[in-house]
């Protein structure tokens, strides 16, 4: 464009519209139909610099109308007679104000001014957090939380939370066995700050090897999660956070005891060295000697038990260069002796002097984590883990020998920035597992190695009001799995104020290691038998499920206190399953899927603020869960097709020195359970088809003295309901019918408890 | 061959020195209130070609930003957020404009701020 300045002066009168138009096409290329102000901005020192001053603002007072100087300092500025300031301002330099009283030509000197009026420094303190709305169906737990039931380990920590079902896995050993949309834990992928952490060899007691006062916060992600974190999530996902060395308090220490003489003792003591480094040293022991059997039945009603827990972790952070890092090392032992009650194992370990079982297991787990953000990008950052861990079991139960040693290795790298602006992000990446599988299984000697290498690409898009998704993809390398594409979407649509309609779906793979995952079996006259020979994992094909979900979320506020409701459901569909089929008493057999298998599951959830500082959060569950056995399609059995939860909690308001008493009540009410078919044995050790519907109430009240300490007491099992006769055939352990694994109560009744938190920060 | 080298020296001396930085940071005053603003803002700010991230802090009204100043400037920032209704130091938004922001959002209204507080 030519230099010169068209200084074309256009009045308005009809008449001239037409000269107008033609000029138009004549002279396409200067601006004529718009009246405008346009100049050049001079610095004051340098005035005969013809290179004008570039970045200034120009605009009318008072107006939406506002320029910037180009790289010549020059500006053109629309012009409305309304219009008559003109401001022109530049860091740096004192603003100036004209007086405009027609579109033309100006050409104007600022002067430097040692005020700085506009300083470009992004502020230091920390921003207030944005509002997180996930588009995946992800249930927050925090400390607070966690504390509603005090006791004791991971595996303990969902009394509380509708999302997750607690079992009860055999009458041995009474673990906890958590259930999310009807399928066991196997389905869900359980990870510890994102890495897989009960897994393998781990599935069985794994949730029992973190301590409570360790986790600083759990996320339940329902439906397909992230494909970030794997291929191996069906049904959902676990994430737990650790305390770290940083925020923890300086000085930790937890008692617990329970009068069926369990006795836990929890330490924390955290230092920081300096300004970067802080390290933490969490120690955790637990132990029972005490022998219960209520029930008379000669087994042991909660086993023997000795536990000790070592985590020391190493927290680096340096904010200013953008770095973050994590280094653990845990080491466990826990032993356990369960049986009957006069089982001495020096003497009648290996004999028919009477039954019992010792599960002795020894793990190492290390892992590294490190962290950069760009210091420029916040929105850019390069994330790097790995982890090695060594998980050894060795165990019987009575006759039968079942021993694991599994090691593994698991790493990842993920790159997270956006497109564009951060509406639009993306995460990509690699990960790298592998897995050593050596197992005894009796006189069976079973051996194995797992390795997958995976590439994944996340993207995401919000619109920051009514819509984000969420989709993933990741492909897969794995020697026993193939190459597989796994597909996961989440979507979120809020239409109105205080609403949310979630909608995902999503495919999981996983590996089923038969023996670790139904370890319960083994205590047990059954026969093991797997019927498929041709897959390569025991035979048998690996799992391969498809899941599916809708929910939706909507606030409410009724007089003047808020609550919510949430509706969802979810059917997860399996193209293979390893069908662990028991409806056959004196065996248990493992298959490849012959039909169809599928577990829908509906809750219906209300949280509200029944009155001050009362809150009440009540839920209830809808399951169908069936599989095509050997005999036909059946509901699966012990799992409650009809489930009612409520929880009541009480804080009274924090007095001046932080004192405050809380009080907790929760309800679990379970409809009847399809029990395994036993109808082909003996009148006395055959079972009815169903068991009675039940409920449990735990309550707890905590009294909180100050920040530092505070005593708590509670009861589990208030009303004392117990399964009559929970083991079958309990007078003949060594007889063909002996069976602990169908369990569908408590074993044991009321079990009442208290212990102290003492902090020092 | 030195003085070729000193001249593409001296072109890129000149390049930097007018360089118009990818990932500029970029922080002012927008006025608001309450969530509603900080999304309305942050939202406008983004939808600006060139604005890569947008954080408006409510207690401080900064609104930080980073763009790339080859597609854009702070005063077309400015323009977009005094056309959803949210002043700024330099532009002031419209009455059509600041009327359609939410009755919680009215910041030139000094009782509306006051329930904030």
Known sequence: MPEFVCTLKVTQPKTVKIIQVVLLF????SSFAQDEVKGKVLEANKPTNSAGLQGANVYWMNSQIGTITNKDGAFRIPYEKTYSKLIISYVGFSSDTLTINGPGVITHILQPSNELDEVEVVKKRDAIQKTFLSTQNVVNINSAELLKAACCNLSESFETNPAIDVNFSDALTGTKQIRMLGLTSPYLLITQENIPMVRGASQTYGLTFTPGTWVESIQITKGAGSVINGYESISGQINTELVKPLSDAALFVNGYANRNGRYEMNAHVNRKLNEKWSTGLYVHGNRRDEKVDNNDDGFLDVPLANQINILNRWQFQDTEKGWVSFFNVRFLNDEKQVGQSNFDPDTDRFTTNSWGSEIDTKRFDTSLKLGYVFPQLPFQSVGFQASYSNHKQESYYGFNRYDIDHQSIYSNLIFNSIIGNTQTKFKTGFNFAYDGYEELVNTQFYERTD?????????SYDDLEKLSLTAGLRVDTHNRLGNFVTPRLHLRYAPWERSSFRASFGRGRRAANIFAENQQFFASSRQLRILDTA???????????????????????????????????????????????????????????DGKSYANSFQLEVNYELLKNLDLRTAYKYYDVETDYQTGLLQKPLQAKNRFFVNLGYETDLNDRGAQWKFDYTLHTLGEQRLPNTAS??????????????????????????????????????????????????????????????????????????GFRFRLN | MKKFFLGIMLVGICVLGNAQEKNKKVTFEVDGICEMCKIRIEKAALGVTG???????????????????????????????????????????????????????????????????
Request: hydrophobic share 40%; glycine share 4%; aromatic share 14%.
């Open chain 1, 26 to 29: 004549l002279l396409p290329l």
């Open chain 1, 451 to 459: 390795r997958s290498l995976g590439a994944f690409f996340e993207f």
């Open chain 1, 535 to 593: 897959g390569s994992i025991y035979g048998l094909d690996p799992e391969d499920a498809w899941n599916f979900g809708f929910s939706i979320l909507q606030g409410f506020s009724i007089a003047e206190r808020t609550g919510n409701i949430t509706v969802d459901f979810y059917r997860t569909s399996f193209v293979n399953q390893v069908v662990v089929d028991w409806e056959n008493p004196l065996e248990i057999t493992f298959s490849n899927l």
């Open chain 1, 681 to 754: 044995n003996p009148d006395e050790f055959r079972l009815t088809e169903f068991a009675e519907p039940y409920s449990l109430m735990n309550a707890q009240i905590t009294r909180v003295f100050s920040t530092q300490l505070e005593l708590y007491a509670g009861v589990e099992n208030l009303t004392n309901f117990t399964q009559s006769n929970p083991i079958v055939s309990a007078n003949d352990p060594f007889g063909p019918y002996f069976d602990t694994s169908i369990v569908f109560a408590p074993v044991i009744g009321s079990m009442y408890y208290a």
């Open chain 2, 51 to 117: 604005v890569k991230y947008a954080l408006w802090d409510i207690p401080s009204h900064k609104l930080s930003l980073i763009i790339d100043e080859r597609k854009t400037n702070t005063m077309q920032i400015k323009t977009a957020l005094v056309a959803v209704g949210h002043d700024t130091k330099e532009l002031k938004a419209s009455k059509e404009a600041y009327d359609k922001v939410d009755a919680c959002c009215k910041y030139r209204d000094s009782t509306v701020v006051e329930k904030h507080h």
